[in-house]
């Protein structure tokens, strides 16, 4: 029976979208706490945005990789200044994990390794938050997210609108939202585009490489040359240090 129940409310919670998701899993499940996670892309805005209109609604966080574009950190920043957002922002490197290490040791991820780069650069973020929230076993944290079906054939079959884990209760307003449906937003409720989105075609708030393709480290140099000479610098070490393949590049067959 309860089997049943649950089947039923995943097709009723699959109907819905936007702020009315977001307030029926908030009335559903009576929370402690309720983020925005916002990494500074148009898909992020829009998800935070929506978020922040709920009474329950606690704060936007952004996970900080410690390798990405400076300015995208500033626009998360200026924005829910902006927007009377309060902010938490969380450093990969408070917990002592270092990109650079990583791939010193290991090599550029390439996309076979993209699942242990978020896992130490952005889900341990993630467990310290609801570590810092959570205070006790039946507390349940809801996390709002940017992910969309149509965002890629990768995440067309993945996406769902609300995924319980443990403490964690995932939910996607944007799951059915198109690109437009998010830009059109944006400009509704006045808000500012991300310059790096712009220029980039993407937030640029993690820049591991995993997905990484050719000619995009240029495009990078054009609007944010720091952010280039800083990954040329670490490629430089890298391949230094016997890894014959580049940030672009996956590992050769053997490693």
């Known amino acids: 029976m309860t089997k049943q129940k649950d089947i039923d409310e995943d097709l009723f919670v699959a109907t819905l979208d936007g702020y009315e998701l977001v307030d029926y899993v908030i009335n559903r499940f009576q929370p402690k706490s309720v983020f925005g996670l916002f990494s500074g892309g148009n898909d992020s805005l829009t998800s935070t945005s929506i978020a922040a209109k709920h009474p329950e609604f606690t704060a936007a966080v952004h996970i900080n990789t410690g390798i990405g574009v400076e300015a995208t950190r500033d626009f998360v920043r200026e924005t829910c200044k902006e927007q009377g957002w309060p902010l938490l922002e ?3 490197e408070d917990r002592g994990v ?3 290490d990583m791939v ?3 090599g550029f991820p390439g996309p076979w390794f993209h699942s242990r780069m978020y896992h130490k650069l952005k889900d341990l973020g993630i467990a310290q938050l609801i570590r810092e929230h959570k205070s006790r076993k039946p507390d349940e944290i809801v996390l709002i997210s940017g992910v969309r079906s149509a965002e890629s ?3 067309m079959a993945s996406v769902k609108p609300m995924q319980r884990h443990y403490a964690r209760l995932w939910v996607a307003p944007i799951h059915r939202y198109t690109r ?5 937003h944006i400009k509704n409720e006045g808000l500012r585009f991300n310059p790096v989105s712009i220029n980039l075609g993407r937030s640029g708030e993690c820049l591991c490489g995993a ?8 495009k990078i140099a054009e609007h944010y040359p720091d952010t280039a000479n800083e ?3 670490l490629e430089k070490e890298v391949k230094e240090r016997g890894f014959p393949w580049g940030w672009e590049e996956a590992p050769p067959k053997g490693w």
């Open 231 to 233: 990954i040329l610098a």
């Open 98 to 100: 270092s990109y650079r």
């Open 90 to 92: 969380y450093f990969a």
């Open 104 to 106: 010193l040791e290991n």
């Open 180 to 184: 437009e449906d998010c830009i059109n």
């Open 211 to 218: 997905y990484a393709r050719k000619g995009e480290l240029a």
């Open 153 to 155: 054939q990768r995440r």
